[in-house]
């Protein structure tokens, strides 16, 4: 074991030693047949819908007013009659959906825009070792979880200042660098390139659009990349040109994991990369058709989820605003966990400035991630004049809105160095593109498609 090894593990073995034991859970668990993965499910399913009715306000309200008690789902095919978990739910009853037997001090609020533009505060357990999955992931990939990496996205609080060197000091002797979505101008790709041919990470995680950005940047420049162990991509799905691109550039196969920030870790590619893999000891994902019925095996349908861990806050039966299928056939990897195609998610373009640099569209859609009681929903529109608009569904019970309006649109201003027009748009509704709401529209972006 190498010096890094040992100290991560001695480190996690303090912090959190829960996390070590799901990791080896979750590998044992990847080769059991699918009978035996199919019981674990469907017993941790009645279990939390049975902690759900005799906990949770919102779920005993919801059930008892449909006539529906847990004792009586009894088989699998019962499932389906447990009403579906909406966004606008999730928006309504917050305060109904935690459990408050449990302490405050474990339950980690976050806010997401989601898969349909409309932002939500959500809850999540934090002595889940959700980072065990990860773990499991990464082992696909041929990478360790106390290995150096490198991160393309947004750049929280925790990555600043004092907070930033403690974090740092954390993780060391593993290093990580990271570079802010928000500002990839051609010198910021250029130095954060510089940074990772020093470092050498095995993998570069980031979001799909940001990451494609630096692979075109790289391309342009013709500049010099050591090459990692793998891609990880995430937020929205990667398309064939990016994967090629990013592919060609960087000459290491790119990854697609699944997740949101109401249910992370939802699925990912192994290494044959011919769907994702679900992590079904803790996720249980349904495809419905438009009358809400499941649709047949191999057919598209609207992804709705359950998150079988999270007792503080759980999220059963979530319509998470995806579109994804089945798919029959084992992977030839060896792992038996279930299959699925990739995701049809939310897409986004690149913000383009003057200057020549851009800001990830991935980023832009946690603009109201800090005030999701806001607005209904949002979407950045930049047209062919380079002008940004905000367009927003205010929330009406909301008195702040207003000046959250002003921040926002103050903060992206201050994000384009006053390069281009930022606006802000009130809508009863959100425009749809051909009946897919996109969350960031560049006009300019496009013409370069």
Same mark, same amino acid.
């Given at each position: 074991?190498? #010096?890094?090894?040992?100290l991560?593990?001695v480190?996690?073995?303090?912090?959190r030693?829960?996390?070590?034991?799901?990791?080896?859970?979750?590998?044992?668990?990847?080769?059991?047949?699918?009978?035996?993965?199919?019981?674990? /499910?469907?017993t941790?399913?009645?279990k939390?819908l049975k902690?759900?009715?005799?906990n949770?306000?919102?779920?005993? =309200?919801?059930?008892?007013?449909?006539?529906?008690?847990p004792?009586?789902?009894?088989?699998?095919?019962?499932?389906?009659?447990?009403?579906?978990?909406?966004k606008?739910?999730?928006k309504?009853?917050?305060?109904?959906l935690?459990d408050?037997?449990?302490?405050?001090?474990?339950l980690?609020?976050?806010?997401?825009?989601?898969?349909?533009?409309?932002? @939500?505060?959500?809850?999540h357990?934090?002595?889940?070792?959700? =980072?065990?999955?990860?773990?499991?992931?990464?082992?696909?990939?041929?990478v360790?979880p106390?290995?150096?990496?490198?991160?393309?996205?947004?750049?929280?609080?925790?990555?600043?200042g004092?907070?930033?060197?403690?974090?740092?000091?954390?993780w060391w002797?593993t290093r990580?660098?990271?570079?802010d979505?928000?500002?990839?101008?051609?010198?910021?790709?250029?130095?954060?390139?510089?940074?990772?041919?020093?470092?050498?990470?095995?993998?570069?995680?980031?979001?799909?659009?940001a990451?494609?950005?630096?692979?075109?940047?790289v391309?342009?420049? /013709?500049?010099?990349v050591? #090459?990692?162990?793998?891609?990880?991509?995430?937020?929205s799905?990667?398309?064939?040109?990016?994967?090629?691109l990013?592919e060609?550039v960087?000459?290491?196969?790119v990854?697609?994991?699944?997740?949101s920030c109401?249910?992370?870790?939802?699925?990912a590619?192994?290494? =044959?990369?011919? &769907?994702l893999?679900? /992590?079904?000891?803790?996720?249980?994902?349904?495809y419905? +058709?438009?009358?809400n019925?499941?649709v047949?095996?191999g057919v598209?349908g609207?992804i709705?989820?359950t998150?079988?861990?999270d007792?503080? #806050?759980?999220?059963?039966?979530?319509?998470? &605003? +995806?579109m994804?299928?089945?798919?029959p056939?084992?992977?030839?990897?060896?792992?038996?966990?279930?299959?699925? $195609?990739?995701?049809?998610g939310?897409?986004?373009?690149?913000?383009?400035?003057?200057?020549?640099?851009?800001i990830?569209? $991935?980023?832009l859609?946690?603009?109201?991630d800090?005030?999701?009681?806001?607005?209904? &929903? #949002?979407? @950045?529109?930049?047209?062919?004049?380079?002008?940004?608009?905000?367009?927003?569904v205010p929330?009406?019970?909301?008195?702040r809105v207003? $000046?959250?309006i002003?921040?926002?649109?103050y903060?992206?201003g201050?994000?384009?160095?006053?390069?281009?027009?930022?606006?802000?748009?009130?809508?009863?509704?959100i425009p749809?593109?051909?009946?897919k709401?996109?969350?960031?529209?560049?006009?300019?972006?496009r013409?370069?498609?």
């Amino acid at each position: 074991m190498t #010096f890094q090894q040992i100290l991560f593990s001695v480190k996690y073995g303090l912090y959190r030693p829960q996390t070590a034991k799901a990791h080896r859970e979750y590998a044992s668990n990847q080769y059991l047949s699918k009978d035996e993965l199919d019981q674990i /499910n469907w017993t941790k399913r009645k279990k939390i819908l049975k902690h759900a009715y005799a906990n949770i306000p919102f779920y005993r =309200e919801r059930w008892t007013s449909v006539g529906i008690h847990p004792d009586e789902i009894k088989k699998p095919e019962d499932y389906s009659q447990i009403p579906r978990l909406s966004k606008c739910d999730l928006k309504d009853h917050f305060d109904k959906l935690k459990d408050s037997s449990v302490q405050s001090k474990f339950l980690v609020v976050t806010a997401t825009g989601g898969s349909t533009g409309m932002p @939500v505060k959500v809850g999540h357990d934090s002595r889940l070792p959700l =980072e065990a999955h990860g773990w499991r992931m990464l082992g696909w990939w041929g990478v360790k979880p106390y290995m150096n990496a490198a991160y393309v996205w947004r750049v929280g609080q925790a990555n600043l200042g004092l907070k930033g060197i403690l974090n740092s000091t954390l993780w060391w002797p593993t290093r990580r660098i990271r570079m802010d979505a928000s500002n990839m101008q051609q010198s910021d790709v250029e130095e954060f390139i510089l940074k990772f041919n020093l470092l050498n990470p095995p993998i570069l995680q980031g979001y799909t659009g940001a990451i494609a950005h630096i692979a075109s940047v790289v391309r342009q420049k /013709n500049l010099w990349v050591k #090459f990692p162990k793998a891609i990880w991509v995430t937020s929205s799905p990667v398309s064939k040109v990016q994967r090629q691109l990013i592919e060609e550039v960087f000459h290491a196969p790119v990854y697609d994991q699944y997740g949101s920030c109401e249910i992370p870790w939802i699925s990912a590619q192994c290494a =044959e990369r011919k &769907g994702l893999h679900i /992590n079904y000891e803790s996720r249980f994902v349904e495809y419905l +058709d438009q009358e809400n019925k499941p649709v047949k095996q191999g057919v598209s349908g609207r992804i709705v989820i359950t998150d079988l861990e999270d007792y503080v #806050f759980p999220l059963i039966r979530y319509e998470i &605003g +995806d579109m994804g299928r089945e798919l029959p056939d084992p992977c030839t990897c060896g792992v038996t966990l279930p299959m699925m $195609d990739q995701v049809l998610g939310r897409t986004t373009d690149l913000v383009h400035l003057p200057n020549g640099s851009c800001i990830s569209g $991935d980023y832009l859609t946690t603009v109201f991630d800090d005030y999701p009681d806001a607005v209904r &929903g #949002f979407q @950045v529109f930049q047209s062919a004049d380079g002008k940004i608009t905000i367009r927003y569904v205010p929330n009406p019970d909301d008195p702040r809105v207003r $000046d959250i309006i002003k921040k926002v649109t103050y903060e992206i201003g201050k994000r384009v160095n006053s390069e281009v027009e930022v606006n802000a748009q009130a809508l009863p509704e959100i425009p749809h593109d051909r009946g897919k709401l996109r969350f960031v529209i560049s006009e300019l972006d496009r013409e370069g498609k």
